[in-house]
């Protein structure tokens, strides 16, 4: 297995453009879930989805973050309009409930707003 | 609001000593999870222990957990160079579908 796998791994943008990160989970695992590491605030979790429905998105900063997970083996985190204060790395990970509970990461994406 | 703190922040050995990370945590959990990072990658997790389970180990990992004081540690010993990374706790509540809460996390720097 490939493992989660997240694109792009990083990404410059200026202020005011949306942003859109995609990530495939791990085949047979049901559960998704976004975070956002910043030397600051350390790993936040923005949402997870469980089954492709949205269980927990209380972690979304604001309206600006939204994320979809339209099918079991996709789902998008997308910033509209970016801020610099968005600047961090951005995990996607997947799990199968009802499995060991481990958690897969994938690489990451470095998104850089100017 | 994190459910895990980990102690120390960051922790400098030499090759051959042992480490030893703290966590505390603060509501009952299902079970506890330590997860490793090297710079610039992802997660990747080392090992799980259950809220009724004191002590495991897996290969130079010893964790263990207190669930009376809602603390854990981990420790490697015969630590290695390529042990540099940083190491967090995640907490798992039940009903929680797998989610997880990370702690802030131990930087481990290991000098040859």
Redesign the interface.
């Known amino acids: 297995d490939a493992g989660v796998i997240q694109s792009p791994r990083h990404e410059v943008t200026e202020m005011g453009q949306e942003v859109t990160l995609r990530c495939k989970p791990i085949s047979g695992h049901n559960s998704l879930f976004w975070y956002r590491q910043t030397m600051m605030r350390g790993l936040e979790l923005l949402i997870y989805f469980n089954n492709n429905v949205p269980i927990d998105d209380s972690g979304m900063p604001e309206d600006r973050f939204s994320a979809k997970m339209p099918n079991a083996s996709f789902s998008t985190l997308k910033i509209q309009p970016s801020e610099p204060r968005d600047s961090a790395v951005y995990f996607c990970a997947s799990s199968f409930v009802g499995g060991s509970n481990e958690q897969f990461f994938g690489p990451g994406t470095r998104l850089t707003v100017l | 609001s994190?459910q895990g703190e980990e102690d120390p922040q960051a922790l400098s050995i030499q090759e051959g000593e042992n480490a030893t990370m703290n966590c505390s945590y603060k509501t009952s959990i299902?079970?506890l999870?330590w997860y490793r990072q090297n710079s610039g990658?992802?997660?990747?997790?080392l090992i799980?222990i259950r809220s009724n389970e004191r002590e495991k180990h897996s290969g130079r990992l010893r964790v263990t957990l207190d669930t009376s004081k809602k603390s854990s540690s981990l420790l490697i010993t015969a630590s290695r160079a390529a042990d540099t990374a940083s190491y967090?706790c995640a907490t798992?509540q039940s009903g929680g579908?797998?989610?997880?809460?990370?702690?802030?996390?131990t930087r481990l720097a290991v000098h040859p």
């Open positions: 994190q299902n079970n999870q990658r992802g997660l990747v997790h799980l967090f798992s579908y797998n989610k997880l809460i990370f702690g802030a996390g």
